[in-house]
């Protein structure tokens, strides 16, 4: 079994910075594909980014793209969400997620385990 644990959000203005962190215990994720998703107030939870096991493959949803970079370190088994240039519209609870296989998926049902999440909020 695994355990995500989600840190690293808060308040911070527009145009600020935050780096997400979510850190894997009870197995290694070495091999498996993650990814970070969010959920707005009143709305679905949607797709950020995603990393394949290697870091070889990277994927962002449009919104973030040239703002937020995804990142992995297996040897801490810990993923990164690095979010610059931040705007309201980023407000949300962030998850991090690890799915069994070794690609990173925009789909949630791909994806196997999920932390609790950690609230951004960016202020105008």
């Known amino acids: 079994q695994v355990q995500l644990v989600e840190s690293g959000g808060g308040l911070v203005q527009a145009g600020g910075s935050l780096r997400l962190s979510c850190a894997a215990s009870g197995r290694t994720v070495s091999f498996y594909g993650m990814g970070w998703f969010r959920q707005a107030t009143g709305k679905e939870r949607e797709f950020v980014a995603g990393i394949s096991w290697s870091g070889a493959n990277i994927g962002y949803a449009d919104s973030v793209k040239g703002r937020f970079t995804i990142s992995r370190d297996n040897a801490k088994n810990t993923m990164y969400l690095q979010m610059n240039s931040l705007k309201p519209e980023d407000t949300a609870v962030y998850y991090c997620?690890?799915?069994?296989?070794?690609?990173?998926?925009?789909?949630?049902?791909?994806?196997?385990?999920w932390g609790q999440g950690t609230q951004v909020t960016v202020s105008s």
């Open positions: 997620a690890a799915s069994r296989g070794s690609h990173y998926y925009t789909s949630q049902s791909s994806y196997d385990y």
